[in-house]
């Protein structure tokens, strides 16, 4: 009988620990998939592949194999280089731009910054910081500023609308005034 060698990354181990329970019918399948987070139907997959194929047969298959649609390391290589020396004035986007339009090379802009970053290259524009906004203080003295407000909203359910109208005083935060006005007596006070 021939042994063999897997390599398997934790997350497998655990899923195998599982399906094996499963097939020692310690737990259901009801039970290993909430385990796993898995559906139903892919453990009772991946429990007639075990029993198939062993345990080889949890290891994700692609493990080792580099992508179809993958970028080649000749053109990464070839983006880093140009990067260096020809565009080395460019920030990423105009990079990217610039690499379609002279170099016929379409790639993605998170793909560049990828490559460049990966490489410990820098996008040369800095981003300018946002200046922050400041919050004024409030007044010192009660009664130095009073400020009002209105809000014409359905406060009232009914057919008439009205307007809620507020005075507060900046320095204590205390309300002086609150009243409500129909709105159309507002509107007519307004155009006056």
Request: hydrophobic share 35%; glycine share 6%; net charge positive.
């Amino acid at each position: 009988m021939r042994e063999e060698i897997f390599n398997m990354t934790q997350k497998e181990i655990s899923r195998l620990r599982v399906i094996n329970q499963t097939i020692d019918k310690i737990i259901t399948v009801r039970e290993a998939a909430e385990l796993l987070g898995l559906s139903e139907r892919q453990v009772i997959r991946l429990k007639g592949g075990v029993l198939k194929d062993g345990p080889a047969f949890i290891i994700h298959k692609n493990r080792g194999r580099k992508p179809k649609h993958a970028l080649s390391d000749e053109i990464g290589t070839k983006i880093v280089e140009l990067k260096q020396t020809k565009y080395q004035e460019a920030n990423f986007m105009h990079f990217s731009e610039l690499l379609e339009e002279h170099e016929n090379i379409n790639v993605s802009y998170s793909t560049i910054y990828r490559i460049l970053t990966k490489e410990g290259i820098k996008s040369p524009k800095k981003h300018r910081k946002r200046k922050s906004h400041h919050r004024r203080k409030r007044k010192p003295q009660k009664g130095m500023l009073v400020q009002i407000d209105a809000s014409p909203h359905e406060w009232i359910i009914g057919d008439k609308s009205f307007t809620l109208h507020g005075a507060i005083d900046d320095a204590t935060g205390e309300i002086l005034a609150l009243f409500l006005l129909l709105t159309s007596v507002w509107k007519d006070i307004s155009k006056s």
